[in-house]
């Protein structure tokens, strides 16, 4: 059964920090992971997708790795502003055959960027 | 596209009440997922479709619970009864390609 975790639970930065958040799956049988943010009682945003095949991907200021025989991945943000705090969650699609399709979440990240 | 739609977006229900929670999603997406958001457990998938066929069901709590999609527009969450422990966020996503887009959720409130 995959399992995603998300360390740390909650980061506090001072403005302008470069900074990384992690994630680790228990299963590499993945098609894809994406990256997420969620302000406060809102939904879930979308930020970056990286396919199974792929490294990396990056959105301005936001790069995101993937290892997949690791089991990891990293989002990296850089020079970061009070605007990027929210939490950040990341959620892979399981290409297990019993699971196929299914978008599991880790539990996220708070970050909050003090000015 | 408007994006993935879910009404209402706040809903106030006594205990023992029918709730109906909908969903449209986007145009052309193959997927859609229903999860719901607490403190306590974070995001939990509780049933997803492929091509409006249920594919994994198990998240769902409780027979009290039930979704359906009778189309490629349209799904609804049903809980009857509700109970004061189905309070939640309630979020609908769509994904095509791998990419997965969610709606703005219901806040489900039982009392």
């Known amino acids: 059964k995959q399992e995603v975790t998300q360390i740390p639970a909650a980061l506090s930065v001072p403005e302008g920090e470069n900074l990384v958040l992690n994630c680790s799956f228990t299963d590499s049988a993945i098609y894809n992971l994406q990256w997420f943010r969620q302000d406060p009682g809102k939904g879930l945003t979308s930020l970056l997708l990286i396919q199974s095949s792929q490294r990396e991907q990056t959105s301005g200021r936001l790069n995101a790795s993937l290892d997949k025989s690791s089991g990891r991945s990293t989002l990296y943000i850089a020079a970061s502003q009070p605007g990027d705090s929210a939490t950040y969650l990341c959620a892979v699609s399981s290409a297990d055959v019993d699971q196929g399709g299914k978008l599991i979440f880790g539990q996220g990240t708070e970050l909050s960027v003090k000015p | 596209d408007a994006g993935v739609i879910q009404s209402p977006r706040h809903e106030v229900t006594e205990m023992g009440q029918e709730v109906t929670l909908r969903c449209k999603p986007i145009?052309?997406?193959?997927?859609l997922f229903w999860y719901r958001q607490t403190m306590m457990r974070g995001l939990e998938l509780l049933i997803y479709?492929?091509?409006?066929?249920?594919?994994?069901d198990s998240g769902m709590p409780e027979d009290r619970f039930s979704a359906k999609m009778p189309n490629a527009s349209f799904s609804t969450l049903k809980i009857q009864p509700s109970e004061p422990r189905d309070s939640a966020v309630y979020f609908c996503?769509?994904?095509?390609?791998?990419?997965?887009?969610f709606g703005q959720g219901t806040r489900l409130t039982v009392v």
């Open positions: 479709f492929n091509n409006n066929v249920p594919i994994d």
């Open positions: 145009s052309g997406h193959d997927y």
């Open positions: 996503a769509s994904r095509q390609q791998g990419l997965a887009f």
